[in-house]
């Protein structure tokens, strides 16, 4: 038994990250912080319903999408064996009838994909988005873990693209964790490296880029499809500023044969603008002045995103999956399928 796994092993809480003079609480990521999400949730979500999606077969519901069988081993055929399930290949070499067998699948395979673009280092209320959903994606690991499944993640940002397939090795999880907080500190530091080089440098790259430049996003979930298999949960946890058509088809083809859950991670600014009034703004290079006090404007900002989440939520309920919303502010709901067709989540996670 390794030490990730003896419930002995003891771990400094997060708390102790504060003693630091040099961490930003709500800014910073620490591994203290994504090993405490293993007592102290940070949200509560809907748990995935597969149920089979055609007439043909029956109205029953299956707990795996897909067939949920492993191939196991080859055997002489007997009497009573299912002759679909005659290996012919065996069958010619031996000149004997040979049958496959299969054995039920035990572990669900569940994926996390980890949105660590630089829009999502942004939050007005208690903490980062990025750091929210690494919080929550760390949660994840925890309770696939717990429940005797196999965890994998695909992280991406601007710079980077890591990936871990399907494990139920602690050590290995362990790992992902690490990797996850060096990706997150990484792209923050890049984030705010006021420098006019870097200014000078990304609009040389704006420039120069094309036009229909594949994002990250949908390079990720292209991945996915050749990692994900039948009867995978896969859990989307991000802003969504880079869900475009492409992504949405992409997501729809895995939605075939895997659970999707997409948790849009959001801030309160983002819905509604602050109170009337004139505010000075910044991008960290140029200074500007902000007017909130038109009713138009505020009307057509908080349209749009409503329109977004909408469009995510639409998405997921459309396609048998669960649609979460949380905030930095840690205000949240869901809606899905656990038992009855929609339900309101509870407040996990406030006053952390």
Request: aromatic share 8%; charged share 25%.
């Amino acid at each position: 038994m390794s030490n990730w796994s003896n419930l002995s092993h003891k771990f400094e809480p997060a708390s102790k990250d504060l003693i630091d003079p040099s961490f930003r609480q709500g800014i910073d990521l620490t591994l203290n912080q994504l090993l405490e999400t293993r007592v102290k949730p940070v949200i509560q979500w809907l748990a995935p319903e597969s149920m089979v999606k055609t007439n043909r077969v029956g109205g029953f519901r299956s707990r795996f999408k897909g067939r949920g069988m492993d191939f196991d081993e080859v055997r002489m055929y007997q009497i009573g064996d299912d002759i679909r399930n005659i290996d012919w290949k065996v069958t010619a070499r031996t000149g004997e009838a040979h049958t496959k067998l299969f054995k039920e699948e035990k572990e669900k395979p569940v994926f996390v994909v980890l949105d660590h673009m630089p829009s999502m280092f942004f939050g007005t209320a208690k903490v980062f988005k990025s750091v929210l959903a690494s919080h929550i994606a760390a949660q994840l690991m925890w309770h696939t873990l717990s429940a005797g499944d196999r965890f994998g993640a695909l992280a991406f940002s601007e710079q980077s693209h890591f990936e871990m397939k399907p494990s139920s090795n602690r050590r290995n999880c362990m790992r992902l964790l690490n990797k996850i907080v060096e990706s997150h500190e990484s792209t923050l530091q890049q984030c705010f490296a006021i420098t006019s080089k870097k200014l000078e440098n990304d609009s040389i790259n704006q420039q120069s880029a094309p036009l229909q430049q594949e994002n990250k996003l949908q390079k990720t979930l292209k991945r996915l499809r050749y990692l994900a298999k039948p009867g995978s949960v896969i859990h989307l946890i991000s802003d969504f500023n880079q869900f475009d058509e492409s992504c949405e088809r992409l997501l729809s083809q895995l939605s075939q044969h895997a659970d999707i859950h997409c948790v849009l991670v959001g801030d309160p600014i983002e819905a509604d603008l602050p109170p009337e009034g004139i505010y000075g703004i910044t991008n960290g290079f140029e200074n500007g002045m902000l007017n909130t006090g038109q009713k138009s404007m505020r009307a057509n900002y908080s349209n749009a995103y409503q329109a977004k989440s909408d469009r995510i939520k639409d998405f997921a309920i459309s396609h048998r999956g669960i649609f979460t919303f949380v905030d930095t502010s840690y205000r949240q709901f869901a809606h899905g399928h656990s038992g009855s067709n929609q339900k309101a989540s509870s407040k996990a996670g406030r006053g952390r």
